[in-house]
């Protein structure tokens, strides 16, 4: 079974500190993204990496980074965490052409910025 | 532009039979997949249309119209651990074929 790990399950940060979300994969996907989940927004995307070292930017890029050194991690970086990023951060992993791939989600990462 | 409809929240009772639609505008058309979503897990997915008609896998069904611009998901045969958050998605060309979700259906599955 494919299995994508999320370093943290609960996130407590203050604001304008520095978080990274981290993102494990274990079969050799080429594909990963980091989506963020807000009641009544649904999910939306915020970063897609479909290689090594290659990043694109989703709907929602502002005040994120990402870092994909090694296919099986994908890194989510918050620069300067806000109160307006406190949400549930999911990690998706596919294998193949990037649009049309089955995801493969890891069990997120609540974070509370205070 | 890219748009991806369904209802808020749905109820069912235990044992009956459920229909979730979507509609769907986005640029350009390459499937349609449904996953599903319990409370403070994550979502897992559940089918994947391209073409027109039904395809069906066990209690569960996916229907989609392209010339509709529809889809719906059936689950037969209710049962309690069906209550979840059916999610409803889409690539959308326009915008690189990233995969766009609706909001979200929230099931509740009544005895």
């Known amino acids: 079974d494919v299995k994508v790990t999320q370093s943290s399950r609960y996130l407590v940060k203050r604001t304008g500190e520095k978080v990274f979300l981290e993102c494990v994969q274990d079969?050799?996907?080429?594909?990963m993204f980091w989506y963020r989940q807000d009641p009544g927004l649904g999910l939306r995307l915020i970063y897609f990496?479909?290689?090594?070292?290659?990043?694109e930017k989703g709907d929602i890029p502002e005040g994120y980074s990402v870092s994909r050194e090694k296919k099986e991690r994908f890194s989510l970086i918050l620069e300067s965490a806000s109160t307006n990023q406190t949400s549930m951060y999911l990690c998706?992993?596919?294998?193949?052409?990037?649009?049309?791939?089955?995801?493969?989600f890891g069990e997120g990462s609540r974070l509370t910025v205070l | 532009g890219q748009n991806i409809d369904q209802p808020t929240e749905m109820t069912a009772t235990e044992g009956a039979i459920v229909q979730i639609n979507c509609t769907y505008q986005?640029?350009?058309?390459?499937?349609l997949f449904w996953y599903q979503q319990h409370a403070g897990e994550a979502p897992t997915f559940l089918s994947y249309?391209?073409?027109?008609g039904l395809e069906e896998k066990g209690r569960f069904s996916s229907f989609l119209s392209r010339s509709k611009g529809y889809s719906y998901l059936l689950l037969k045969e209710l049962q309690m651990k069906d209550s979840a958050s059916y999610l409803c998605?889409?690539?959308?060309?326009?915008?690189?074929?990233?995969?766009?979700f609706g909001q979200g259906t929230e099931l509740s599955v009544k005895p």
């Open positions: 990496s479909y290689d090594v070292k290659m990043k």
């Open positions: 998706a992993s596919s294998r193949g052409a990037w649009d049309t791939g089955e995801l493969f």
């Open positions: 986005t640029s350009g058309f390459n499937g």
């Open positions: 998605a889409a690539p959308d060309y326009n915008q690189g074929g990233k995969l766009i």
């Open positions: 079969m050799d996907h080429e594909n």
């Open positions: 249309n391209v073409l027109d």
